[in-house]
């Protein structure tokens, strides 16, 4: 093959996507979500010290984009170590919007 036939091999592989777009793109996921998890620590710490109460509203996000990724991964990898956490991570996310809405059933008067 000749080069411009490899180079355009790859970019129809890569849907034009540069590989160094495409890391940068992962990274920023992965920093996303390492502050979206700070975030929502943050905030069920201080709903804990300011009004003793536990807030599940957050986690039901996080855990839901978490659950996503994973199964986006798994879907396109096949490993099944990805779905396990995929799983693990809907689950958290169920239990959660379970804590979120009985916390709304107990403002409810």
Same mark, same amino acid.
């Given at each position: 093959?000749?080069?411009?036939?490899?180079? %355009?091999? !790859?970019?129809?592989?890569?849907? %034009?996507?540069?590989?160094?777009?495409?890391?940068?793109?992962?990274?920023?996921? =992965?920093?996303?979500?390492?502050?979206g998890?700070?975030?929502?620590?943050?905030l069920?710490? /201080? $709903? !804990?010290? /300011?009004?003793?109460?536990?807030i599940? $509203?957050?986690?039901?996000?996080?855990?839901?984009?978490?659950?996503?990724?994973?199964?986006?991964? #798994?879907?396109?990898?096949k490993?099944? !170590?990805?779905?396990?956490?995929?799983? /693990? #991570? #809907?689950?958290?996310?169920?239990?959660? #919007?379970?804590?979120?809405? =009985?916390?709304?059933?107990?403002?409810r008067v």
């Amino acid at each position: 093959m000749k080069k411009e036939e490899i180079l %355009n091999a !790859s970019r129809k592989e890569h849907r %034009n996507k540069d590989l160094a777009e495409m890391e940068v793109a992962y990274q920023a996921g =992965c920093h996303a979500s390492r502050a979206g998890a700070l975030v929502c620590c943050l905030l069920s710490w /201080l $709903s !804990s010290m /300011l009004v003793h109460i536990m807030i599940y $509203s957050p986690w039901v996000i996080y855990f839901s984009i978490l659950a996503t990724q994973w199964l986006v991964r #798994f879907i396109k990898m096949k490993r099944k !170590s990805d779905l396990v956490l995929s799983v /693990l #991570f #809907f689950i958290l996310a169920i239990l959660a #919007f379970v804590g979120f809405v =009985c916390r709304l059933l107990e403002v409810r008067v």
